[in-house]
């Protein structure tokens, strides 16, 4: 499956489950960030890191370690 930091600018995807565990997990959960929520990807940094993404209405930044626990589908 494909992460969210594979996704291209501009893209919208499903998050489809979460990796991580404990503390990392929830804080990823606390952001807004759950199984079947939808997420926009608007800006990349040009390094790559940190990643801007739109989550239930707000813009988040997220560090690429923790996109990569982020399983997404189209």
Same mark, same amino acid.
């Given at each position: 499956?494909?992460? /969210?930091? !594979? ?10 489950? /979460?990796?991580? !565990?404990? %503390?990392?997990?929830? #804080?990823?959960?606390?952001?807004? +960030? ?7 990807? #608007?800006? $990349?940094? @040009?390094?790559?890191? @940190?990643? !801007? ?5 707000? &813009?988040?930044? /997220?560090?690429? %370690?923790? %996109?990569?626990? +982020?399983? $997404? &589908?189209?």
């Amino acid at each position: 499956m494909k992460t /969210l930091r !594979e996704v291209k600018v501009g893209e919208t995807v499903q998050v489809v489950k /979460l990796h991580g !565990e404990g %503390a990392i997990k929830r #804080r990823i959960m606390d952001m807004g +960030i759950t199984k079947g929520v939808s997420v926009y990807v #608007r800006k $990349v940094a @040009p390094l790559g890191d @940190p990643i !801007e993404i739109t989550v239930r209405g707000y &813009e988040l930044s /997220l560090r690429k %370690a923790d %996109a990569e626990m +982020i399983e $997404v &589908e189209s």
